[in-house]
């Protein structure tokens, strides 16, 4: 088991670039939840999908934010256009949403936008 | 409402027991979990417990929960230096959802 994959690991664009993160959730889970995380305001849920349907968007901070789930093996979040208040590092944690509840993290994309 | 509250940091002697606190808010919560972050690197799940126990034992780990307080401690025997690292606690709220609570994390400093 390869774990939640994200990709890139470090992306560093200009202010005004589209970005866009990937992942890959673990084979099986059903369930697919975007954080950002910084120093000043710790780990947020940004969005999160239960069989590849967005369920609770309410923690995307503006319209310059989507993310998309194609299928059960593929997601994406884009930010367009970046600003530096996005820099931050990015998780994508998948589950099974049975009876436990518990999230598997990928390793996170460090976005620094300048 | 939905918040998970943890002291910011805890600073130990290597050998020495650790104790880390939380106090949530939804007496729902069914599960409700601990996680490492080590630096650079994404969270990992520790443990977690069910609502309707008190305590849990998992190697130099004991989870304790105090359901009528909404308070959960996480204590670590014979810390290492190893056990550097951030300790979130997460509640699953209640209703129909499945995303979880977050509390804003405790960075542990172990001291050699």
């Known amino acids: 088991d390869a774990g939640v994959i994200q990709s890139p690991r470090h992306e560093v664009t200009e202010m005004g670039q589209e970005v866009t993160l990937r992942c890959k959730p673990i084979s099986g889970h059903n369930s697919l939840f975007w954080y950002r995380q910084t120093m000043m305001r710790g780990l947020e849920l940004l969005i999160y999908f239960n069989n590849n349907v967005p369920i609770d968007d309410s923690g995307m901070p503006e319209d310059r934010f989507s993310a998309k789930m194609p299928n059960a093996s593929f997601s994406t979040l884009k930010i367009q256009p970046s600003e530096p208040r996005d820099s931050a590092v990015y998780f994508c944690?998948?589950?099974?949403?049975?009876?436990?509840?518990?999230?598997?993290f990928g390793p996170g994309t460090r976005l620094t936008v300048t | 409402g939905e918040d998970v509250e943890q002291s910011l940091f805890l600073s130990v002697r290597e050998g020495d027991s650790s104790v880390i606190n939380c106090t949530y808010t939804?007496?729902?919560?069914?599960?409700l979990y601990w996680y490492k972050q080590e630096p650079g690197a994404g969270l990992q799940l520790l443990t977690y417990i069910f609502s309707n126990m008190d305590m849990k034992q998992d190697q130099r780990l004991t989870v304790l929960l105090n359901k009528k307080d909404k308070h959960l401690s996480l204590r670590i025997a014979d810390t290492q230096t190893g056990d550097s690292a951030i300790y979130f606690c997460a509640e699953t709220p209640g209703g129909a959802t499945n995303k979880l609570i977050f509390g804003t994390g405790t960075l542990l400093a172990v001291q050699p």
């Open positions: 944690a998948s589950s099974f949403a049975g009876e436990t509840y518990e999230q598997y």
């Open positions: 939804d007496s729902s919560s069914t599960y």
